[in-house]
């Protein structure tokens, strides 16, 4: 049975942790509004990580990652507010999130944040 963790998030035991392997996830609808113009970002935001002993259950991931759909905040700020928050409930080896924001006034960014010591094996 999966354990609740803060902001809804559910893990499950890790059934190989004395291996690295990497686990990706993509949300390709991810989307936030911006704290200036209230207008919605869309995006892409994808999650990489070599568990340890923890993994993550997928539906209680989208509802988290759809939690910010009405939350004011900028790139940088939500990208490193997932991964920290992701971080603490999994505890990876080694974690990166990538969002992946579409063309807004003509201008693409992308945001890339990790933690942890990335195997030498994973690109």
């Known amino acids: ?5 803060p902001h809804g998030l559910q893990t ?14 993509v949300a390709p609808e991810f989307t936030s509004r911006c704290p200036l113009t209230g207008q919605p970002d ?4 994808t999650l990489e990580f070599v568990p340890d002993r923890l993994c993550v259950e997928l539906k209680s991931l989208k509802l988290y990652l759809l939690a910010f759909r009405d939350q004011g905040i900028f790139y940088e700020a ?13 505890k990876p080896r080694w974690m990166r999130i990538t969002t992946d924001w579409n063309p807004r006034g003509g201008m693409r ?7 942890g010591q990335r195997p030498d094996h994973q690109a």
């Open 1 to 5: 049975m999966p354990r609740r963790k």
């Open 78 to 90: 939500v990208t490193n507010r997932i991964l920290d928050e992701l971080a603490a409930v999994l």
């Open 42 to 45: 869309f995006g892409t935001l």
């Open 12 to 25: 499950f035991p890790n059934r190989s942790p004395e291996r690295d392997y990497l686990v990706r996830h």
């Open 109 to 115: 960014s992308t945001i890339v944040a990790e933690c």
